[in-house]
């Protein structure tokens, strides 16, 4: 195993190290993508094939110094049809991971998940956000902020075993998961504690392999020793969790957005589960978050 990556400048060194990869980028014309682009290549990270209208791409490229040498343009000016296109090079082996440019997630994921074309391999898809914040001594994954709306709790499991693969790649031998929840005792009126304490037990008997794993516990329970210590929690993930499993796509994404906007984290993002990483990411977010998600998913390439 890889050493343990701690922060986002050991998983640009890592990815740096790994080689230079190709990217394929679905409906590529985006000031804030080719950005990233640009970056990934400044780098070493990869090159990239650009699905999308090519009179745009051109022109944008131009306007942010975006030297088009080492990148292929594949003219699909139709978003729904780039994304098709960007599936079918990852899946021809043309690229090694896929990156949503400026179209819907929906349309990106129908492509991903096409029974005939897409890059399905029997497992759940889910997404994981690693985020650097400041006052904590690691990486934090988050799952699931962007896919899975409401997981029961074999969706749940999936989504532990996912994450924890991702943890795996990064050098994180057995990474301390949290299932959290609003409180840390079960409540029968609060499901979220039930499956969290369900979950637990399954990583007791084995059926989540990997990780420590344990819950319910609130979000100050999970990454604040002082606050476990207060509330008499112990145990070993307690105040130190790698993993954060969220209850539901609120709870995850409202968590997400406030560490990036008020606390000013970093953050990187990508859908695993496919045959290639997935880099998916808001088109809000800035172009130094999708040049750590390309790392991220250059980190997780088979």
């Known amino acids: 195993m890889s050493p343990r990556l701690r922060n986002f400048d050991d998983l640009l060194r890592a990815a740096q190290a790994a080689g230079p990869k190709v990217l394929a980028v679905a409906a590529a014309a985006d000031a804030d993508i080719l950005e990233a682009v640009k970056l990934a290549e400044a780098q070493g990270l990869c090159r990239s094939l650009l699905v999308g209208d090519e009179k745009a791409i051109r022109r944008i490229a131009g306007e942010i110094g975006l030297e088009l040498k080492a990148h292929r343009i594949v003219h699909e000016p139709d978003p729904v049809a780039a994304a098709r296109e960007a599936v079918s090079l990852v899946r021809q082996g043309e690229a090694q991971l896929l990156m949503k440019g400026f179209l819907q997630t929906s349309d990106l994921l129908r492509a991903v998940l096409d029974k005939e074309a897409g890059l399905r391999t029997g497992k759940s898809l889910s997404h994981v956000m690693v985020i650097e914040t400041a006052g904590y001594d690691r990486l934090l994954f988050l799952t699931d902020v962007a ?52 979950l637990a037990k399954m990583a007791d008997r084995g059926q989540i392999k990997g990780a420590l794993v344990d819950g319910p516990l609130a979000l100050d329970n999970a990454i604040s020793q002082e606050a476990a210590r207060h509330k008499g929690i112990g145990g070993p993930v307690a105040g130190q969790a790698d993993i954060l499993l969220l209850p539901d796509i609120e709870a ?48 997780l390439i088979d």
Do not use: W
Not at 260 to 280: D, N
């Open 147 to 198: 896919f899975n709306v409401a997981p029961d709790l074999a969706r749940k499991a999936e989504l532990l075993r996912n994450v924890i693969e991702v943890c795996h790649r990064l050098g994180i031998e057995q990474p301390k998961a949290a299932v959290l929840a609003a409180v840390e005792t079960v409540n029968a009126d609060m499901p979220a504690t039930i499956d969290a304490a369900m």
């Open 252 to 299: 995850g994404n409202m968590l997400y957005k406030g560490m990036v906007y008020f606390a000013q984290s970093r953050a990187a993002g990508v859908v695993v589960g496919a045959k290639a990483p997935v880099i998916l990411l808001s088109r809000a977010d800035r172009p130094e978050s999708k040049l750590l998600s390309i790392a991220l998913g250059l980190q």
